[in-house]
């Protein structure tokens, strides 16, 4: 949820800030704008996506060394020119860009306004610049240093800031509360961003900052001091990821890639932890933890989006495989109602982003009801991943299509490997079926290639489908929660209405929407459910709606029942989530495509959401 980059070096700032933002777009494009040194600040900004800023930039080029960008995605205020960031304060002198929310800005903004500053802009983040310039300029001995920090502490909400001052044209401050900043280190340049993402081709060497934290950046170096002006040593971090992996490599879309390239992120995601020979699964990341989870009587994930929809998965998997009572829970609902949670609980989030902000503000409600909170993550080194006890990270790889993919089956392929080893721990699980069970997750990354070797058929049959105004997934037991995210994708996407739904649950409301308008996907993995299934396809059929099945190859039944199938290959139904998502995947997005939307930023979305 908006995008910051920052650069302080020798190199033109707005090349590298540009080119940084672009790679930040998935967290908000309604508006972007940069500003630049150059003997004077200057500031070029504008609604809509960082291309326009670019264009502009061509247009009417500033030179300078030290900037400030950001990407938006609109809290307070419309998406247009004027309140796209940077936002500045009255006297023009500091400019800064701002992520996450300021909650006490009308008091601040009323205060601010009864001693005469003149706003311009509908945002919250203006009264942050106001606010810090009224300080500076009230005491005689503040410096601007000092006077940034007496602003944070009137401020209550969240922020990631990059200021800048016209009088201190080679500084860069940061803080950081709620909204994640990084420091890349260069020789004789520093980089500010939101992730890595825009630094990874400067530099591998980087400072997360915490929150609580203020940097002073210049470029030749850096010093974080907490809010209260205390000095702190930070640890440098290596990081992993590489350009290739950031880029779209060929493809139209990181969507597409992304879905792709699911055979090879379910094996990194396996890789070194599934032992085949031995059928045994090792996580690290859990050792410590392995006895309270063993013991635990309840086990409470919390996620938001696609990761509440593995969570999901993960409650059949845990119940089924190691015997633990499971409770989903929206991280959003988790935390604003009173949870009964403590010491005694095991809390597991799963996020792939590793920053949603009402996910990481439920891993800090629990970790203060003092239970154990444990976290799937995609991105290493991110807030959620650093504050809880221990987890698993899913190495998917970086994903930067706003519709999640290959961070789903990466999060039930975790899911899947934990619940199987707490199973063989606790002996909840036949031996057998563990083996079983091992043997075939390690068989699926070759399945899920079948399936995308397909993708054809989908195309084909998403062109058929590309105009219906609402459809309804159905599954049951493993592939409810896969009914849910098929319909999430299509909705995300293409802005088609779509509903998921268990199968038997559709006789108690949604029947009544089926006609001959209505194309309705059963996911029919092939299972103990398989005859009930057959029956709700019938109770479909009935009513003339249309049915897309995915199934298993040898399901003949429910192919011969639909208007159009996808075959998935023979798996073990607690692990067909990881095949089944796969279709559902390819199916909304070559409806997205025919529709002419904009797969990789659809309205309004951002990948990572970083306000409440
Ligand atoms: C946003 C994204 C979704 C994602 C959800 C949770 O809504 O658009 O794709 O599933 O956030 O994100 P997280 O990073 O916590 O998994």
Redesign the pocket.
């Known amino acids: 949820m908006c995008g910051i980059v920052g650069y302080i070096g020798d190199k033109q700032a707005s090349d590298i800030i540009i080119k940084g933002l672009q790679r930040l777009e998935y967290r908000g494009y309604d508006s972007a704008g940069l500003a630049l040194f150059n003997g004077k600040l200057e500031i070029k900004k504008g609604k809509g996506k960082v291309d326009n800023l670019r264009k502009l930039l061509k247009k009417e080029p500033v030179k300078g060394s030290v900037g400030i960008g950001h990407t938006r995605w609109a809290t307070h205020g419309a998406p247009n020119d004027i309140n796209s960031h940077p936002h500045t304060s009255e006297s023009g002198k500091i400019a800064l860009v701002h992520n996450g929310i300021i909650e006490n800005y009308t008091s601040l903004k009323k205060e601010l306004k009864n001693k005469g500053r003149t706003f311009h802009t509908d945002t919250d983040t203006e009264v942050i610049a106001q606010l810090i310039e009224e300080i500076y300029q009230d005491g005689q001995n503040v410096s601007f240093q000092k006077a940034v920090r007496l602003a944070l502490k009137q401020i209550v909400g969240t922020y990631g800031l990059a200021i800048v001052h016209s009088e201190t044209p080679d500084r860069i401050i940061i803080a950081r509360k709620g909204s994640p900043l990084l420091l890349g280190l260069g020789d004789g340049e520093m980089f500010i961003a939101s992730d890595a993402s825009p630094i990874i081709e400067h530099t591998k060497k980087v400072v997360y900052l915490d929150d609580g934290e203020i940097a002073i950046v210049t470029k030749d170096g850096y010093e974080v001091k907490t809010i209260d002006d205390v000095s702190l040593t930070k640890e440098v971090h290596e990081l992993a990821m590489s350009v290739e992996e950031i880029e779209k490599s060929g493809y139209p879309h990181f969507m597409l890639k992304e879905i792709f390239e699911q055979p090879n992120s379910i094996a990194d995601c396996l890789r070194g932890r599934l032992d085949v020979k031995n059928h045994s699964i090792q996580l690290g990341g859990l050792v410590d933890v392995m006895d309270k989870l063993i013991g635990a009587k309840r086990l409470i994930i919390a996620?938001?989006?696609?990761?509440w929809h593995a969570g999901l998965v993960g409650e059949y998997l845990f119940e089924h495989l190691s015997k633990i009572p499971v409770e989903v829970e929206y991280a959003s609902e988790f935390r604003y109602r009173e949870p009964l949670i403590n010491e005694d609980d095991v809390m597991l989030v799963i996020?792939?982003?590793g920053?949603?902000a009402d996910?990481l503000a439920a891993v800090r409600e629990a970790k203060q009801r003092g239970a154990t909170v444990l976290g799937i993550c995609n991105v290493v080194g991110s807030t959620i991943a650093r504050e809880t006890d221990a987890g698993v990270y899913t190495h998917a790889g970086p994903e930067i299509g706003?519709?999640?993919t290959k961070?789903f089956t990466a999060q039930v392929s975790v899911l899947a490997m934990m619940a199987i080893m707490i199973g063989q721990k606790k002996n909840t699980i036949d031996p057998e079926y563990a083996e079983r069970l091992i043997e075939e997750l390690d068989r699926i990354p070759g399945k899920v290639k079948q399936i995308v070797e397909q993708s054809d058929s989908i195309k084909r049959m998403a062109e058929l489908f590309t105009y219906a105004p609402n459809f309804l997934y159905l599954g049951r037991t493993y592939n409810f929660p896969v009914a849910l995210e098929g319909a999430l994708k299509l909705k995300e996407i293409s802005y088609i209405h779509a509903e998921g739904y268990p199968a038997a649950e559709m006789k108690h409301g949604p029947i009544a929407l089926i006609d001959a308008m209505m194309p309705v996907v059963v996911i029919a993995a092939t299972d103990h459910t398989n005859d009930k299934m057959i029956s709700n396809i019938e109770e479909v059929k009935a009513r003339k709606g249309r049915i897309i099945s995915i199934t298993g190859k040898e399901n003949e039944e429910v192919i011969d029942l639909s208007e159009f199938s996808c075959p998935i290959p023979e798996t073990e139904d607690c692990l067909s989530p990881l095949l089944t998502v796969i279709p559902l995947q390819l199916l909304s997005y070559y409806i997205a495509v025919n529709r002419g939307c904009n797969v990789d930023q659809p309205r309004n979305?951002?990948?990572?959401?970083t306000v409440e």
């Open positions: 996620a938001c989006g696609t990761s996020s792939q982003s920053e949603t996910t706003v519709a999640s961070a979305l951002a990948k990572s959401v």
